[in-house]
């Protein structure tokens, strides 16, 4: 330990060859203490810091390998030795020396947490750890570390704040950095706990800026935010929006005419007053309105073409007028509202999240007032969110990324709505494909054209990737940020959204990518209803109707007149409610309840769709449909639409002719998806059938399921003797082997436990000897020459509750990854009397192909007669919880 004491007391500067001598000196004596020796720590210190020294003098490049021997030495020291805190600070010293990244900061910053209360005040340890190169540098690299509202972002700032506590100069930024952060998650979590910290840590740092304090109005204003733009909002209590506004009015005036800061004084007052009007909803007051539009108009005047916050100021103002509207019915207001909202999206300095939220801000005035830029503004929202994805690389950070945006979930249907309302059936169907399964299209659309764009250009995919993933860790400036934080941030953001555009652009020139990442138009989405029509169901509040895409021309829209989104909600419910009482039936008992809710499907809904099918497109019996349903339709079996009558007629009993029994009915999770297992037709391979069951899952997987073994011999009977067929059960049904079956062949059969994780959809899993396969693992899996997928297991094609139109379940995913037909289940399997459709499937499927070619688009055929055949031997709930999706 002297050797280390020495230079740190020193400060001694070495010469490289002096080094070099120092260096094969420390580095013997540590090889004479091996793992257990008493003095290994020493040993590990003296080199540690000697290359340090190296490191410093620039003699040395590896400051890792340093590190991590500081690290060994302090994990070998107990904590009760005296040298307990050398060894943390000599760790804390080559932190700060390496180029900071978060890790290392937040590394440090734990790192002096723990090892102040072990230093005595007024010791040489003490002096030197909490000077400005120690602390003061940590507390520094931390608060410009970016907002995260992770449990370990909020605690770090809670060990900066702790730091500061001994009376540093960031004291106060401390506290507004850790009050921000409780202020996201509560936006993000809606926990009272965390804006009521906030609140108070606000106070905190206003009591310290007494009067005349240089800072003490932009404290004022950041409590009087919380107060009124968080908690208000969220319980909306008067005494929280009267302090606000008091508040404001106080910082307002310590930000005269000509300060820095007097635009965000009068925006943030110009807000509260707003929302103090809209919760008294006094036309007496419309005064207060009126001052808040003249407060935002001065706003706008300090905030010239160019400033970083003009966008927000758009926005508020447009509100406010919106607000005006509302209680003078003035045109003017909300033609120029409109227009507000509009200029405020194509602003140049905000990222796509604050954009969004003006485009939904747009869309539900446009609508509520009947505005005839309606179709526009849904449009712009689905680009704005559709750019938003494209800049995540990974599957789970665009489903991340788009379940921040809650508000815009009814979206599609309502877009879709909107069209139909205006008699736009074209513009309706292109709506609700760009805004439905975004996650699943984006992903279809970027991988392909990806793929291709690194086969033909890979220096430009290059550049699209890296742009796209320093565009989603910028997205524009932090509200709360200083003047000249928010220019660097806005100049950055705008360079940035400018390179990401000019390399799409020039992507878009090269041959063969004229569409890369656009939506498709009517004409390319109708190649989905080639084979057949495609029935497109929406449920918005607006309206609940279908539009029928045929093979050829406009397409046709199916009005519901007597069913509202809550009927339907409730409809989906009650299925819920149904299936599971059934589950607890003998087989013979009648499903009464199923019943009449299958027959209320049949009435309300497919009903007027058949009538439409057969006397408009006159389409011939036994024909393919496609159903396509959004939202609330997603969690209701349209494909067992059965009228169930009792009744008779002139003394004979009414034809039972249900859905199936006049059309062969399959689902597609979007047009695109439909039209890619269509295209990837047109790649075959020699057929391979694999036959995957797990019939004892690993543990906490699931109970044994007896009839897998069973099951998989029933398949193996029928399989054409031609086509290559493997087993794959037992202790060779594991993780690993299944994804390279899934790859490998291009014929599945699946029977296991299946499970939709409705927190993690992406989790969805199927449940394997040793750890389960998941849908992300599945999605990952590229299987181009795959075909077809029966899915004998639970819950594979119940989508997300979060997301309905995302439609993210393991059906889909099999479908995304290659499969081009799959049959999939809604809710859980009964293996005992499911494998009598699974026999009478297959029976249908390979009739009379003793040898030959299999055909995958059998399947929806095959299915719908099977379940026919079976109605004596298999209960209603089961023989309806099958589904096919895809070709």
């Given amino acids: 330990m002297r050797f280390a004491k020495y230079i740190a007391s020193k400060n001694l500067n070495v010469r490289a060859a002096e080094l070099t001598e120092v260096l094969n000196h420390f580095q013997f004596v540590l090889e004479q203490c091996p793992v257990n020796h008493p003095h290994r720590a020493t040993a590990l210190t003296n080199l540690a810091w000697a290359r340090l020294q190296g490191y410093i003098l620039k003699d040395l490049e590896d400051i890792d390998l340093t590190i991590s021997l500081f690290r060994d030495a302090l994990a070998l020291c107990p904590q009760h030795h005296p040298n307990y805190p050398f060894y943390i600070y000599h760790l804390t010293e080559a932190l700060t020396r390496r180029p900071t990244t978060a890790a290392s900061i937040r590394e440090t910053a734990q790192l002096y947490h723990e090892l102040l209360p072990l230093c005595r005040e007024g010791t040489y340890l003490w002096s030197i750890a909490t000077g400005d190169n120690c602390i003061g540098h940590v507390i520094r690299e931390c608060n410009n570390l970016p907002i995260d509202v992770s449990d370990e972002g909020i605690h770090l700032?809670?060990?900066?704040?702790?730091?500061?506590?001994?009376?540093?100069?960031?004291?106060?930024?401390?506290?507004?950095?850790?009050?921000?952060?409780?202020?996201?998650?509560?936006?993000?979590?809606?926990?009272?706990?965390d804006i009521n910290e906030s609140i108070q840590l606000r106070r905190d740092a206003v009591s310290l800026c007494p009067e005349g304090h240089p800072d003490r109005g932009t404290y004022l204003r950041s409590l009087a935010v919380a107060l009124s733009d968080c908690r208000f909002n969220h319980e909306g209590?008067?005494?929280?929006?009267?302090?606000?506004?008091?508040?404001?009015?106080?910082?307002?005036?310590?930000?005269?005419?000509?300060?820095?800061?007097?635009?965000?004084?009068?925006?943030?007052?110009?807000?509260?007053?707003?929302?103090?009007?809209?919760?008294?909803?006094?036309?007496?007051?419309?005064?207060?309105?009126?001052?808040?539009?003249?407060?935002?108009?001065?706003?706008?005047?300090?905030?010239?073409?160019?400033?970083?916050?003009?966008?927000?100021?758009?926005?508020?103002?447009?509100?406010?007028?919106?607000?005006?509207?509302?209680?003078?019915?003035?045109?003017?207001?909300?033609?120029?509202?409109?227009?507000?909202?509009?200029?405020?999206?194509?602003?140049?300095?905000?990222?796509?999240?604050?954009?969004?939220?003006?485009?939904?801000?747009?869309?539900?005035?446009?609508?509520?007032?009947?505005h005839e830029s309606a179709l526009e503004a849904y449009a712009m929202c689905f680009e704005l969110l559709d750019g938003h994805l494209a800049t995540r690389s990974t599957t789970i950070s665009r489903r991340e990324a788009a379940a921040a945006f809650y508000y815009t979930r009814s979206l599609p249907a309502d877009a879709a709505s909107c069209a139909v309302r205006r008699e736009n059936l074209s513009k309706a169907v292109e709506l609700v494909e760009q805004g439905r399964g975004q996650q699943w299209s984006l992903a279809s659309r970027l991988r392909t054209p990806l793929e291709d764009l690194n086969s033909t250009n890979p220096l430009i995919a290059k550049e699209f990737l890296i742009l796209s993933n320093r565009l989603s860790n910028v997205q524009g400036f932090t509200g709360n940020a200083d003047q000249v934080t928010a220019y660097r941030a806005e100049k950055e953001y705008r360079t940035l959204t400018k390179q990401w555009n000019a390399v799409v652009a020039e992507i878009r020139n090269l041959r063969g990518f004229s569409r890369f990442l656009l939506s498709p138009s009517y004409k390319e989405l109708q190649a989905a209803a080639r084979q057949g029509p495609v029935i497109i169901l929406i449920a918005s509040k607006y309206s609940c109707s279908a539009v029928i895409v045929p093979t050829a021309g406009e397409p046709h829209h199916v009005a519901f007149p007597g069913l509202a989104l809550a009927d339907l909600e409730k409809l989906k419910d009650d299925f819920v409610k149904a299936i599971r009482h059934a589950a607890g039936m003998r087989q013979e008992d009648p499903r009464k309840e199923l019943r009449v809710l299958l027959r209320t499907v049949w009435k309300d809904i497919m009903l007027p769709i058949v009538n439409t099918l057969r006397h408009v497109l006159k389409l011939q019996e036994q024909s393919r449909i496609w159903l396509c349903p959004t939202a609330a339709f997603t969690g209701i079996p349209l494909h067992a639409a059965h009228p169930f009558r009792m009744g008779t007629k002139k003394g004979c009993p009414e034809p039972e002719e249900c859905l199936e029994d006049i059309y062969i009915?399959?689902?597609?999770?979007?047009?695109?998806?439909?039209?890619?297992?269509?295209?990837?037709?047109?790649?075959?391979?020699?057929?391979?059938?694999?036959?995957?069951?797990?019939s004892q899952p690993g543990t906490g997987q699931g109970t044994v399921l007896a009839t897998v073994d069973s099951e998989l011999d029933d398949v193996h009977k029928h399989v054409p003797s031609n086509v290559k067929f493997t087993n794959l059960s037992g202790d060779e049904a594991t993780h690993a082997g299944a994804l390279e079956a899934l790859r490998c062949n291009t014929w599945v059969h699946l029977a296991c436990h299946g499970k939709q994780d409705h927190d993690q959809p992406y989790n969805s899993r199927f449940a394997m000897r040793d750890k389960p396969l998941t849908l992300l693992d599945i999605m990952e899996n590229n299987s181009p020459q795959a075909e077809f997928a029966f899915l004998s297991a639970c819950h594979t094609a119940a989508g997300d509750k979060e997301t309905p139109d995302e439609v993210i379940h393991l059906a889909a995913g099999l479908q995304f990854s290659g499969f081009k037909s799959v049959i999939g289940t809604l809710w859980a399997v009964d293996d005992a009397v499911a494998k009598h459709v699974v026999k009478a499937f297959y029976e249908h499927m390979f009739e009379g192909l003793k040898k030959g070619v299999m055909d995958c688009t059998k399947a929806a055929w095959a299915l719908n007669h099977a379940t026919a055949a079976v109605k004596n031997k298999v209960p209603l709930e089961q023989r309806i919880l099958f589904i096919h999706i895809g070709v």
């Fill in 157 to 193: 700032r809670r060990i900066v704040l702790q730091l500061c506590q001994l009376g540093h100069q960031c004291h106060l930024d401390a506290l507004a950095k850790l009050a921000k952060v409780l202020e996201v998650r509560f936006e993000q979590r809606g926990s009272i706990d």
């Fill in 665 to 694: 009915c399959s689902y597609t999770p979007t047009l695109s998806a439909l039209i890619r297992a269509r295209q990837a037709m047109k790649t075959c391979a020699a057929p391979t059938f694999v036959a995957i069951g797990q």
């Fill in 237 to 370: 209590k008067s005494h929280d929006i009267d302090e606000a506004i008091s508040l404001h009015e106080e910082a307002l005036l310590l930000h005269p005419v000509g300060h820095e800061s007097r635009d965000r004084a009068l925006s943030s007052l110009g807000r509260a007053i707003l929302y103090h009007f809209q919760q008294c909803s006094g036309v007496s007051d419309i005064n207060d309105v009126n001052r808040a539009i003249n407060l935002h108009r001065e706003t706008l005047m300090l905030r010239p073409p160019g400033h970083p916050r003009r966008d927000i100021t758009f926005n508020d103002l447009a509100c406010a007028l919106v607000v005006r509207y509302r209680s003078v019915h003035t045109g003017d207001d909300l033609d120029e509202a409109i227009g507000l909202f509009r200029e405020s999206l194509l602003h140049p300095t905000q990222g796509f999240p604050q954009r969004i939220q003006a485009a939904s801000s747009w869309v539900v005035t446009a609508e509520n007032y009947c």
